[in-house]
């Protein structure tokens, strides 16, 4: 059975660093074709693409917020980390973590973590 | 970056009757498009990938067609349980990936 765990403050100040952690079981990230990523929803908005990395530590992030974000993994202990810097209210969000198999020839997100709200305020 | 633009913003239909909802790609992503169901409270759920094929245990309600630019999802005949919102999501220029605006099927 494959779940996926977010885990992380629920409360950041304006240009502080947010850290959060996907744990997940049920799969290998050293399993070739699997990726974990990171994919965010604001409030009543739509979903959002933050980044992604995959079975061979390739790193993939959204142009727009590239210079924000780290993305790493611990295989051993089945996380994925996601980092981004200077924090602003705009990045109120629901961030979700998900994972990307192979469907067809391509990758899609099978599953998902339920999601953990950030609020970005003084 | 390939944007994805959905119609209609909100359909409102009653159970029963077809749904039809559209995605349109700014450039061609071949088949390389996925359809999300997201209900309130939830995280989303993958419905249709490669365009038209259900991912497993998706009811055959549920079809998805289109390739290039202009795909549509189709839900045959709506339970109460189909009203949510629904994303697609290209990855045809992997890896950057990108999610439509959402629609939003409501009862009428």
């Known amino acids: 059975q494959v779940t996926l765990r977010e885990s992380g403050p629920a409360l950041v100040k304006p240009t502080q660093t947010l850290t959060l952690t996907c744990t997940f079981s049920?799969?290998?990230?050293?399993?070739?074709?699997?990726?974990v990523s990171w994919i965010r929803q604001p409030p009543g908005k739509a979903l959002e693409w933050l980044a992604l990395?995959?079975?061979?530590?390739?790193?993939y992030y959204s142009t727009s917020l590239k210079t924000r974000l780290t993305i790493s993994k611990d295989t051993s202990k089945n996380q994925v980390v996601l980092t981004m810097t200077n924090m602003d209210p705009v990045d109120t969000a629901t961030y979700y973590c998900?994972?990307?198999?192979?469907?067809?020839?391509?990758?899609?997100?099978?599953?998902w973590g339920q999601g953990t709200l950030v609020t970005v305020s003084s | 970056e390939i944007v994805l633009t959905q119609s209609p913003a909100t359909l409102s239909l009653s159970p029963g009757e077809r749904a039809t909802l559209s995605c349109r790609a700014s450039?061609?992503?071949?088949?390389?498009l996925a359809w999300y169901q997201q209900k309130p409270g939830q995280a989303p759920r993958l419905l249709i990938y490669?365009?038209?094929n259900r991912a497993t245990g998706i009811p055959a309600r549920f079809s998805g067609s289109g390739s290039g630019t202009d795909f549509t999802l189709t839900i045959s005949s709506l339970e109460p349980e189909d009203f949510a919102v629904y994303y697609c999501?290209?990855?045809?220029?992997?890896?950057?990936?990108?999610f439509g605006q959402g629609t939003r099927l409501e009862i009428k």
């Open positions: 490669d365009a038209s």
């Open positions: 990395i995959d079975w061979d530590d390739d790193k």
């Open positions: 999501q290209q990855r045809s220029n992997w890896p950057t990936i990108t």
């Open positions: 049920g799969f290998s990230l050293s399993t070739s074709g699997m990726c």
């Open positions: 998900a994972r990307a198999a192979i469907f067809g020839g391509t990758h899609y997100f099978d599953y």
């Open positions: 450039q061609s992503v071949s088949s390389y």
